[in-house]
């Protein structure tokens, strides 16, 4: 069953994965991600504490979870951008 996750982003961030530069997230595995997974990507500001009403959705393509290489609890997820909402 597919799951929605809506999860906050830097507005650095943001910028890189709509520009396609970041096509990961990396992320405490707090929410048992899946494979296909949406996530609704809203950008924040931390210094205003509010939301800019930009957002996007993605696909989660692969998770990476090997505490070889990550801290215990993290992944990394492969996205796949479905839209763009400026």
């Given at each position: 069953m597919i799951k929605k996750h809506e999860i906050k982003i830097d507005p650095?961030?943001?910028?890189?994965?709509?520009?396609?530069?970041?096509?990961?997230e990396v992320r405490k595995n707090d929410r048992?991600?899946?494979v296909g997974d949406l996530l609704q990507i809203q950008e924040?500001?931390?210094?205003?504490?509010?939301?800019?009403?930009?957002?996007?959705?993605?696909?989660?393509?692969?998770?990476?979870d090997d505490q070889e290489y990550l801290r215990?609890?993290?992944?990394?997820?492969?996205l796949e951008i479905l839209e763009v909402n400026n």
């Open positions: 650095e961030y943001f910028n890189d994965v709509v520009e396609k530069r970041k096509t990961f048992a991600y899946e924040y500001n931390r210094e205003t504490k509010e939301y800019t009403g930009r957002e996007l959705w993605t696909s989660i393509t692969y998770i990476l215990d609890g993290y992944v990394i997820l492969a």
